[in-house]
T-cell receptor, first 115, second 115 residues
Framework: AQSVTQPDIHITVSEGASLELRCNYSYGATPYLFWYVQSPGQGLQLLLK??????LVQGIKGFEAEFKRSQSSFNLRKPSVHWSDAAEYFC?????????????FGSGTRLLVRP | ETGVTQTPRHLVMGMTNKKSLKCEQHLGHNAMYWYKQSAKKPLELMFVYNFKEQTENNSVPSRFSPECPNSSHLFLHLHTLQPEDSALYLCASSQDLFSGRNEQFFGPGTRLTVL
């Protein structure tokens, strides 16, 4: 069955430091991959998505992610974290079930930013 | 209004009350979703509608009753809830269910507390 694993429940980084959030997926076909961010008490906002082509994709708020088929990974990165990036981050894969698609979400990684 | 809106944003109800959550999307989408997000648990997909037809019910208790009168509106009717139903209820929409490329757009959620 399709699945998404985010191995880190919490990550703490200092403001200005670089960030990498890990995501591994299990999906038989070419995956459609997404990263969402959720600020406290809010809904999820799309950061970026990957369907095909260049394996390094750019998103909003200075985030990028790299698709590595050999590692079944789609890790999210940011070169310099800002305090406002403190939030929960969800990786998701577009999964085909019967004749329709839905998103399978990982369990999320909570990012804490030290001043 | 733009995007996906949800009302109310906060709701406190007793176990014997009946209430409804409302979701409206202004994106011209055809698929709508209800998710439950509890503390320390992954996002749980509850119901999916595509072109007003329910396509998925993930073994949700009957005290939750969805209604989709048209492609722009989605309701979640609540009755005789339990304290463990306290959670953030998120509504989302997407173009349809026919492509894994269709990202989901989320509303801000309704924070439900059952006393």
């Amino acid at each position: 069955a399709q699945s998404v694993t985010q191995p880190d429940i919490h990550i703490t980084v200092s403001e200005g430091a670089s960030l990498e959030l890990r995501c591994n997926y299990s999906y038989g076909a070419t995956p459609y991959l997404f990263w969402y961010v959720q600020s406290p008490g809010q809904g999820l906002q799309l950061l970026l998505k990957y369907f095909s082509g260049d394996t390094l994709v750019q998103g909003i708020k200075g985030f990028e992610a790299e698709f590595k088929r050999s590692q079944s990974s789609f890790n999210l990165r940011k070169p310099s974290v800002h305090w406002s990036d403190a939030a929960e981050y969800f990786c998701a894969v577009g999964s085909r079930m019967d004749s329709s698609y839905k998103l399978i979400f990982g369990s999320g990684t909570r990012l804490l930013v030290r001043p | 209004e733009t995007g996906v809106t949800q009302t109310p944003r906060h709701l406190v109800m007793g176990m014997t009350n009946k209430k409804s959550l409302k979701c409206e999307q202004h994106l011209g989408h055809n698929a709508m979703y209800w998710y439950k997000q509890s503390a320390k648990k992954p996002l749980e997909l509850m119901f999916v509608y595509n072109f007003k037809e329910q396509t998925e019910n993930n073994s949700v208790p009957s005290r939750f009753s969805p209604e989709c009168p048209n492609s722009s509106h989605l309701f979640l009717h609540l009755h005789t809830l339990q304290p463990e139903d306290s959670a953030l209820y998120l509504c989302a929409s997407s173009q349809d269910l026919f492509s894994g490329r269709n990202e989901q757009f989320f509303g801000p959620g309704t924070r439900l507390t059952v006393l």
